[in-house]
């Protein structure tokens, strides 16, 4: 269990010390407004892109030989992305980063799965990786904010060396081998038909998010749906389907992927723009921010062992509600944020506890849903939910608050600016804070504070698209809890694994 929470902790660790690294990546790389969006959901595209592939091929090639192989991928792209001249060979590091993480996490789900028969067992188990992964995203900040404090931006990166050094030192004698008894063709069209599907999809909306309506990102969305319907219909007629689609036929299943697209898209999309106003509003260091984002961390851990051990009790859907509902208070907190770090983090702090439940039950009842041969693609549609939702909340919630920034310094922008300032100015926060340093005070000092007051505003209107999101989370483990008995969780599970029910 220590060993296959190694890639957890990694794959959260790399995606928020980057929240942390952006100040100081943008200023020496100046990246443009879309390259900036880019280094930052690449990662999550590549990876909600492959995870269905690299979970199928686990099931098919063996979940160790899988996982070994994406440490390897994934040290090569940090060291890469660490040294990267600029903004191009980042965002190319990034995606092989992306494919290389979508290998790690569904073959370590995927050997829980075969190692722990027992239902209360694994949730437990499961409850651990997810600490894991909470504790990835708790150590990120820290460990990211004392890495920039003292070294470049790429020092981040170099954070997944020593990880997969252990991972790859101990993997072979610790982890078992565990594939799927009979494996079946891998269709290569299915494959690329998978990835195409989101980052098409993604960049569309994207794109429109960022420009406004205009026909060629129209024409990329509808081309995205249209490779989606054709990837859906493909699987219907194989004999052996890259994604088998009968998984979804499971309330659980269909439940738990569907909120997890939702948290996805929240908690990303939230941490993301509150990382960068610690820093560029709050003018915090990224060792000060780290330690302000310490909290919402540790209260994941916290609720995840709290909600495990409440399971014989209370159904977990139950716990998944009360969970999302408790969440909204988190985003009507940060529309009220101001100069003040301490309504900030509290705002994050209740959200990500809210949310917790919906992570740890949820992963959990996706895994268990599935027969044991087809562990790796039922543990690939999981973290493909969560991966593509946060891929979303950066992409779509980011564009958004991208948009809703610009906006805000058209209309308020201090007069006498010159326009070849203005222009970059309105793309991001660090650009107009770049150029603010540039310009006399007189027109230095009320661009920067336009700036982050338009960076403040994006962010309130970012909690106000969450609210009704979060109300959706809440309500959909309701719909289906009374449609399923209640199941005893300490039966071990015999060869074939019965469909769990929603409990």
């Known amino acids: 269990m220590a060993v296959l929470g190694i890639p957890a902790v990694l794959v959260m660790m790399n995606m928020s010390v980057l929240y942390l690294a952006l100040p100081s990546l943008s200023a020496e790389l100046e990246p443009d407004g879309p390259q900036l969006l880019w280094i930052t959901d690449i990662y999550g595209f590549m990876v909600a892109g492959s995870l269905v592939t690299m979970g199928t091929l686990g099931d098919r090639l063996g979940h160790r030989r899988i996982l070994l192989g994406g440490a390897v991928a994934f040290t090569c792209a940090s060291v890469i992305a660490a040294y990267a001249p600029g903004a191009g060979p980042l965002i190319a590091a990034r995606a092989v980063q992306g494919v290389a993480a979508a290998a790690l996490a569904p073959a370590s789900l995927a050997m829980i799965r075969a190692l722990f028969l027992d239902v209360r067992q694994r949730t437990l188990a499961i409850t651990i990786w997810m600490m894991a992964f909470m504790g990835g995203g708790a150590l990120g900040p820290l460990v990211g904010g004392v890495l920039l404090q003292y070294f470049w931006w790429g020092a981040v990166f170099l954070l997944a060396l020593p990880a997969m050094a252990l991972l790859l030192a101990t993997g072979p004698f610790l ?70 689609l009968g998984l979804f036929g499971i309330p659980a299943f269909a439940v738990s992927v569907t909120g997890m697209v ?109 027969p044991p041969e087809r562990a790796g693609a039922a543990s690939a549609i999981s973290e493909t939910g969560a991966e593509l939702g946060g891929a979303l909340g950066i992409a779509v919630l980011g564009s958004i608050a991208t948009g809703v920034y610009g906006s805000y310094m058209i209309g308020h922008a201090p007069p006498g600016v010159p326009s070849q300032v203005a222009e970059p100015a309105r793309e991001t ?59 005893s969780p300490s039966r071990p599970e015999q060869a074939t694994t019965p469909t769990p029910a929603f409990d």
């Open 175 to 244: 982890i078992p081998e565990s594939r799927a008894s009979a494996s079946g063709r891998l269709d290569a069209v299915s494959v690329v038909l998978s990835l195409l599907t989101p980052l098409t999809i993604v960049f569309g909306i994207k794109d429109l998010a960022v420009r406004g309506f205009a026909l060629p990102s129209a024409g990329v969305l509808v081309a995205g749906l249209m490779i989606g319907a054709v990837f859906v219909r493909r699987q219907r007629r194989l004999a052996d389907p890259l994604l088998d």
């Open 429 to 487: 926060l660090p650009a107009a804070l770049q150029a603010a340093r540039r310009l006399p005070e007189s027109l230095g000092i009320p661009l920067a504070q336009t700036a982050r007051d338009a960076f403040a505003h994006s962010l309130h209107v970012h909690a106000l698209i969450t609210i009704p999101l979060l109300i959706v989370l809440a309500l959909l483990p309701l719909i289906l809890w009374r449609t399923t008995p209640p199941q």
């Open 262 to 370: 939702l948290v996805g898209i929240v908690l990303f999309g939230t941490s993301l723009l509150t990382s960068q106003y610690l820093q560029l509003v709050l003018g915090l260091s990224p060792l000060e921010a780290g330690l302000w984002q310490l909290p919402s961390a540790v209260a994941g851990t916290v609720v995840a062992l709290l909600v495990s051990s409440l399971t014989g009790r209370i159904r977990p859907a139950v716990l998944m509600s009360a969970g999302a509902a408790f969440a909204v208070i988190g985003p009507i907190l940060l529309t009220q944020v101001d100069t003040d770090p301490v309504i900030l983090v509290s705002g994050s702090f209740l959200l990500f506890a809210g949310l917790t439940p919906f992570l740890s039950l949820g992963t959990n009842l996706v895994v268990g849903a599935a």
